[in-house]
């Protein structure tokens, strides 16, 4: 058998990543942040300790990890929205693509929901969590002063509540939720504010 290839080790090492991830969202779902030992992400990702800790130096770094990942979403959305349709809006880009990503990475979004709002978990975010909510209010700010809406930071604040809020109920119900229909309902909104 010949050595695996630089790309082969590279693909290993992401795939082991993705699993630890995948295994400590789970975990922090079901027994919380606090409650959820190394040894248990790595028992649950079926990896061994020292392996887990060669991706991640703390579970609070694994942590960041997997925020930093949502973030990574996000940042993915407000990017294909900047390149798509010029016929649009950019505010109606910007939520058709929030909402476009959170169907691409529905399990993911679903347990991360579940996480974020521990005590703990908010605790060992600290300022981090609140320097990528500004950084989203920051960008649909700019998009709202581009588009003339009134008070664009309160209206951000607003519409990034609102995202906020259906995702989390689109998550819960993804059969039974009427996201496509509060998708356009949002858009004929802020098209709306934008006219007035």
Do not use: C
Not at 14 to 35: D, M, N, P, Q
Not at 60 to 77: G, H, K, M, N, T
Not at 108 to 123: C, D, E, K
């Amino acid at each position: 058998m010949s050595p695996r290839t630089a790309e082969q080790n590279q693909a290993l090492r992401e795939e082991s990543r993705a699993k630890i991830v995948a295994a400590a969202l789970r975990l922090f779902g079901a027994h919380g942040y606090e409650g959820t030992s190394v040894r248990m992400i790595a028992a649950e990702a079926g990896v061994a300790q020292g392996l887990m800790y060669s991706h991640f130096a703390s579970k609070e770094d694994l942590l960041r990890a997997i925020f930093q990942q949502s973030i990574q979403d996000v940042y993915a959305s407000f990017a294909a929205a900047e390149a798509g349709d010029p016929a649009q809006s950019s505010l109606e880009r910007i939520i058709r693509a929030a909402f476009a990503t959170l169907r691409e990475r529905l399990d993911f979004w679903r347990l991360s929901y579940g996480v974020r709002m521990q005590h703990s978990v908010i605790a060992a975010l600290g300022e981090d969590l609140l320097d990528w909510t500004g950084t989203i209010r920051v960008t649909l700010d700019r998009a709202l002063r581009e588009s003339g809406a009134p008070q664009p930071e309160v209206q951000a604040a607003l519409l990034f509540a609102t995202i906020d809020g259906v995702a989390q109920h689109f998550v819960l119900d993804p059969q039974g939720y009427p996201l496509d229909a509060v998708i356009e309902a949002l858009v004929r909104q802020y098209s709306a504010t934008q006219s007035s």
